[in-house]
């Protein structure tokens, strides 16, 4: 059984893209799957696939990473059975973009 989730991002200040969404599950677990991007509902693009996991509580990697531009919604589609372990997305991270500047002498 594959689970999808479907999560509409929240506005972040201009001059900044999203970066990753962090994802928390309970126990030990690994999972793959893959990202999509949608300005709708009806419009997504792969971004990439992922794999986060939890081993001991100590061995984490629970980012899930993405570049987006101006899309509001995320579809993060997990391909394996994963039904036991019940993921929660605590935070959406973003970072600020940088403009390039050009100076030219009068």
Do not use: C, H
Not at 19 to 24: L, M
Not at 43 to 58: A, K, P, R
Request: net charge neutral; charged share 30%; glycine share 6%.
């Amino acid at each position: 059984m594959n689970g999808i989730y479907v999560l509409k991002l929240p506005k972040i200040p201009s001059k900044t893209r999203y970066k990753s969404i962090v994802a928390e599950g309970s126990g030990e677990y690994e999972i793959k799957g893959k990202i999509y991007l949608g300005k709708t509902l009806d419009d997504w693009t792969l971004d990439s696939d992922f794999t986060i996991y939890s081993y001991n509580g100590e061995n984490v990697l629970n980012e899930i990473k993405f570049n987006s531009d101006d899309e509001k919604f995320v579809r993060i589609e997990i391909s394996q059975n994963a039904s036991n372990i019940k993921l929660e997305f605590t935070k959406v991270l973003y970072e600020s973009v940088s403009e390039k500047m050009e100076f030219k002498k009068p």
